[in-house]
């Protein structure tokens, strides 16, 4: 996986776990994505090394991956939104008037 797809893939579970997480482990994934900070940088902000920044980050990764594992939020999200585009091609009115209410709901 490279560094694009690491952060798509972190970001977008970090949406849907994010709240699951401790303050600083919020804080410090805020200020790695979000504001685009180095380790080194957030350990200055923190008052800490940057070994724990790293292990920190490392630790969060696999959070949000396990959280993924057992809840399978972006997956189910992910085939629902695979459905909705197949059944947006419909001329059906009824079927497109709850898509668009489904879509509204995101």
């Given at each position: 996986?490279?560094?694009?797809?690491?952060?798509?893939?972190?970001?977008?579970?970090?949406?849907?776990y994010?709240?699951?997480?401790?303050?600083?482990?919020?804080?410090?994934?805020?200020?790695?994505?979000?504001?685009?900070?180095?380790?080194?940088?957030?350990?200055n902000?923190?008052?800490?090394?940057?070994?724990?920044?790293?292990?920190?980050?490392?630790?969060i990764?696999?959070?949000?991956?396990?959280?993924?594992?057992?809840?399978?939020?972006?997956?189910?999200?992910?085939?629902?939104?695979t459905?909705?585009?197949?059944?947006?091609?419909?001329?059906?009115?009824?079927?497109?008037?709850?898509?668009?209410?489904?879509?509204?709901?995101?």
């Amino acid at each position: 996986m490279d560094i694009l797809e690491k952060k798509n893939k972190y970001n977008n579970l970090f949406d849907y776990y994010g709240c699951l997480l401790t303050k600083k482990q919020q804080d410090y994934f805020v200020s790695y994505y979000f504001d685009d900070l180095s380790l080194s940088e957030i350990a200055n902000i923190y008052n800490v090394s940057r070994n724990a920044v790293y292990d920190t980050l490392n630790k969060i990764y696999s959070l949000l991956d396990y959280y993924e594992e057992v809840l399978c939020l972006s997956k189910k999200d992910n085939e629902i939104n695979t459905i909705l585009s197949k059944y947006e091609k419909s001329s059906n009115e009824e079927v497109l008037e709850l898509i668009n209410k489904l879509r509204s709901m995101e």
